[in-house]
């Protein structure tokens, strides 16, 4: 059973990257969903997450309007389009997914972890 991030690196302010996290070993769509960062000195955050009983997303205000998440169950798959990045989005960005999906903002709730990939913000 397996996470993979990636997609991440060095962008300009108001440039756009898209994150992937692709599964190995079980099937994205029986799982919630989270996107997280972490950026240096401060505590893993919530970016983005879906639900797996409906599909939803939910977007943390800091990121709404810019980030769009999206499943390709097909790819087993899981995207991150980011849009309109700012350097205050500099951050380890991890993917993880949560059998249950009940408190999708909860990082300890999640079940398994991509290894992070990074991107940096910056001109």
């Known amino acids: 059973v397996q996470l993979q991030a990636f997609g991440g690196g060095l962008v300009q302010p108001g440039g756009s990257l898209r994150l992937s996290c692709a599964a190995s070993?079980?099937?994205?769509?029986?799982?919630?969903i989270g996107w997280f960062r972490q950026a240096p000195g401060k505590e893993r955050e919530g970016v983005s997450c879906i639900s797996s009983s409906d599909g939803t997303t939910y977007y943390a205000d800091s990121v709404k309007g810019r980030f769009t998440m999206s499943r390709d169950n097909a790819k087993n798959t899981v995207y991150l389009q980011m849009n309109s990045l700012k350097p205050e989005d500099t951050a380890v960005y991890y993917c993880a997914a949560d059998l249950y999906g009940i408190r999708l903002w909860v990082p300890d709730d999640y079940d398994y972890w991509g290894q992070g990939t990074l991107v940096t913000v910056s001109s």
């Open positions: 070993g079980f099937t994205l769509d029986d799982y919630a």
